[in-house]
Every structure is written in structure tokens, then in C-alpha cells.
């Protein structure tokens, strides 16, 4: 992390990763290989057709261009217009069924510019935005905009929600949003949009998140500690899965009635919070109640042992004929050029180290089992 933190504001032309090819080699070989798809197409579409080949439903593939900076002197249309060819080479990447992950602020100064004054889309903008949302739409494929740091993310809701106007109906969920649970904010913000929703008459696609930002926020938007924000998210995960329109969304006064038709990407690498929603979902196939379009995400490289003990349930439950609930599995990756991507590997990088935190107690399970597979071998 200090690696990426000092190339990410130096000058130099030594930490210029397109002149330096040691330190390039030394970035693939660590950050880039173990978070991102490759550089060029042939690379990429190599990864994704390894990925669903070990039983992933789909992946949810993102363009690397973060914005580092915010100049505001320069409102450059370059930037929207790399990002527009960056976004429609990831959706042509694809297949149908898989998602393609983006922030706006990846348009660079102009987009910012606009975030942060919550601004609806200028025109140069809004034109990149439909080229997008129509390449997804015509090959049946999800795009999920991530959630941005809390000054831009009223604007990047307002985006959010007038693009599910549009494209989220007949059933289909092209749009989603991104809902970070360890903000105090977020119970009240999705009680409005599942009720904008319903008024409205469209799907409200909902990527539910801890959140990335923890360490940047200002302190008194977010929840005092972490059992809290994982409370947050279990009982959010809870009510969406029941959609129960006669109960107050959690930590809110305020119902969803009736309750819209909705889309829930589970994002998370917490296994406890996994399992809840899989008992959850058990009950409800046994007793005939009905299910919503649900599926689940990690990041490459990341809670490997929560994906693939999602795919063994999976695979199970295919060879046994008469199950309803198949768990739908994603992996999200990135792609595009190392000294583009830099800024999603650091934060893949931080978020990395609270991951490895997390899963302490299974890696020392995992060494266990081996020790134990060992021992009995020479029994």
C-alpha cells in the first residue's frame, strides 16, 4: 500500500510505471495478477472464460480508470470520451448475464466537477451515458456504478435513479446502485429510492456494500463501530430478501408499500452474512414463499473460500433436480492498463488487508485440516 501510496504521488519519472519496466514487472507480478483481468482483450476474455469455467454464474467486469485528482482548471472532453471507449470495450468484453462495474467519476474533471455540485449530467456527459446504458441494454448485461465518497454520492444517486427510470423496466435491471451500509445515511436513502421505485414503476437495483471509504469519510457519517455497520447490512440483506412491505425498512419509520420489484447484488466477503441470507432463502423455498432476483459478488483474489463454498452449493444444488434456489455467484475484476488501473489497486489493496483480518480464523482452520490430512496419511 505505501508502494502504491508514493507512486500515486510522485512525479518522477522512475515511478512512472509505462518507462519503468522493473517496477512494471514488479506490479504485475504482486497487485495487478492477483486483482485484475489483463491488459488487452485476448488476456481478458482468457480470465473470464477461466472464471465461469470453475462455475462462476458471471462476472462483474470494471474498467480500471479511477480519477486520482480533481483539477478543476481543466473540464477536458478527453476524459469523457476515454471513458466512454473504455466502458463500451468492457461491455463488448462481456456476455450476456455477466455486469460491468464503472465509476462516474471516471470521466475525470467535468464529471467531478458535476458530482460534487450535484449537478445533473452535461450534455458531453449525458451522451456518454446513453452510448453505455444502450451497448448494456442491448446485450443484456447489468452495469453497477460505484459508490463514490460521500460528497459526490447525492449526485451519484440522482444519476443512479433517473437511469433506472429509463432503463429498468419489463422486468430488466440494467441500472443499479450501490448502498454503503456502514453510512448512517443509508437505511433512510434506500427507504426513498424502494419508494421512488414503487411510485414509479421500475426495478431498483440495489448493490449492497459495507463500504470503501472508511478511512477517508469524516468520522460522524458513519457508525460508531464495525458490529454496528454489520448489523446494518444483515438486517438491510434481511428485509430486501423478504421483501416484506408490512415492516419498516430497517432503522427507518418508513414502509415500502407496495413493495417495487428489485434486484440485490449481495457484494460482501463476510461469510457469516452469506449464510444468513442462504438460511433465509432455505425457509423460504420451504414454505412456498417467493424469491427475488438475488446474487452474490467478491473480488478477485479476495474471500476466495466464501466464493467457492457458494459454487459447491451451487453445483449441488444443480445435480439435484427440483431445487429452486441456485446460488448466482460473481467474481469482480478489473482490467486495462497497470498505470490506469494504479488507483483501483490501492484501494483493492487496503480493502485487501481488512480481508485477510476478516479471514484469520479460516486460514488457520485451512492449516489445521492439512496437518490433520498429513497425519492421517502416515496413520
Known sequence: MSMLNTILGAKSRFFNVDKNPILKWVLTKSFYSQFCAGEQDIEVRKTLDSLKSQGFAGVILEYGAEVIAEDTADYSRDNIGSWRRGILETINMTQEGD???????????????????????????????????DAATAKSVALLPAAEPQHANPAVDAWNLMLSKQYNRNGRTVIYNTYQCYLKSTPSTLARHLGNASQEGFNLGIKLVRGAYLHSEPRHLIWETKSKTDQVYDDIAEFLVKSDHSTPIPFTSTNATPFPAISV?????????????????????????????LSYAQLQGMADEVSCRLLQ???????????????????????????????????RAAENKEAVERTVTTKVAMRQELWRRIARGFS
Open 99 to 133: 455486469c460491468v462495474g464503472f465509476k462516474w467519476s471516471g470521466m475525470g474533471n467535468e464529471a467531478l466537477r458535476l458530482l460534487k455540485a450535484n449537478e445533473k449530467p452535461s450534455g458531453r456527459v449525458e451522451e456518454a451515458v446513453k452510448d453505455v446504458c
Open 313 to 347: 452449493t451451487a453445483r449441488l444444488a444443480n445435480d439435484m433436480p427440483g431445487i429452486e434456489d441456485v446460488p448466482k455467484v460473481y467474481k469482480g475484476i478489473s482490467w486495462g492498463p497497470i498505470g490506469l488501473c494504479l488507483n483501483y489497486l490501492l484501494r
Open 265 to 293: 447484488c449481495l457484494a460482501t466477503h463476510n461469510e457469516e452474512s452469506v449464510k444468513k441470507v442462504e438460511k433465509l432463502r432455505k425457509t423460504q423455498v420451504q414454505t412456498g414463499k417467493p424469491l427475488i432476483n
